[in-house]
């Protein structure tokens, strides 16, 4: 199990905005997208989250735009774990225009772990730990 995930996306004619290429907001968009399926990949879809009541939900975005992507694009988003606390989680992010290999963004959440019935933090479960590889900064 590689600790990087890819996550693949072309870019949708309804994603561009006025200035001709992708909405800001997309790219957040984007990020959460691959979350959520590198997620799944390691066992836990949002179906078994919600089964078991916890969530994740996000704390902070950090996004930097470093060049346009254009409708029709093929993007990757590669999307790690750099670190796990007691209640939290940090992903990072970079997305990167496939046929010329131009990184478009990168970026970072601070996710919190939550009980949905109340929204309270609560302790990452162990299983849940386990599913992850983490990747630190200084990696």
Known sequence: MSAVYEH???????????QQHANNVCYLHW????????????????????????AWVARSHFL??????????????????SDFRRVTSQRR??????????????GETKWAFVTIATGA?????EEVLQAFE??????
Do not use: C, N
Not at 67 to 74: H, I, L, Q
Not at 93 to 105: G, I, K, N, W
Not at 121 to 125: D, G, K, L
């Open 93 to 106: 992010y970079e997305l990167r225009r496939t046929p010329d290999d131009t990184v478009l963004a990168s």
């Open 8 to 18: 693949h996306h072309t870019v949708l004619d309804s994603e561009i905005d006025m």
């Open 31 to 54: 990020f959460q997208d691959a979350a959520v399926a590198h997620s799944a990949d390691r066992g836990w879809p949002s179906s078994r989250y919600q089964k078991e009541g916890i």
């Open 64 to 81: 930097e735009y470093l060049a346009p992507a254009f409708a029709g694009d093929e993007l990757v988003i590669r999307t790690w774990i």
């Open 134 to 139: 983490v990747l630190a900064d200084s990696e």
């Open 121 to 125: 933090p609560r302790r990452i479960p």
